[in-house]
């Protein structure tokens, strides 16, 4: 089962819509970014580790600043 770590966003709707999720998972961690909303485009990075993804996570936010959204 995958729990929802954090979850990013910025604040914004349709096309215009950015996410990026750190998920853990029972087998590692998983960074997914998002663009378009539900319905939008998706990539998924795999990792072992928790400080892996995390520097995955910040690289993702740093190219499209987003909004700590729960």
């Known amino acids: 089962m995958a729990e929802r770590v954090e979850h990013h966003f910025n ?3 349709g096309l215009n ?8 998972t029972e087998t590692g961690w998983q ?3 998002r663009e378009g909303g539900a319905e939008g485009r998706e990539v998924t990075h795999y990792f072992d580790d928790e400080a892996d993804a995390r520097r995955m996570l910040e690289r ?3 190219a499209v600043p987003l ?3 729960g």
Do not use: N, P, Q
């Open 11 to 13: 604040r914004r709707y």
């Open 17 to 24: 819509r950015r996410d990026v999720f750190l998920i853990r």
């Open 31 to 33: 960074v997914l970014g």
């Open 60 to 62: 993702m936010l740093a």
């Open 67 to 69: 909004e700590l959204s």
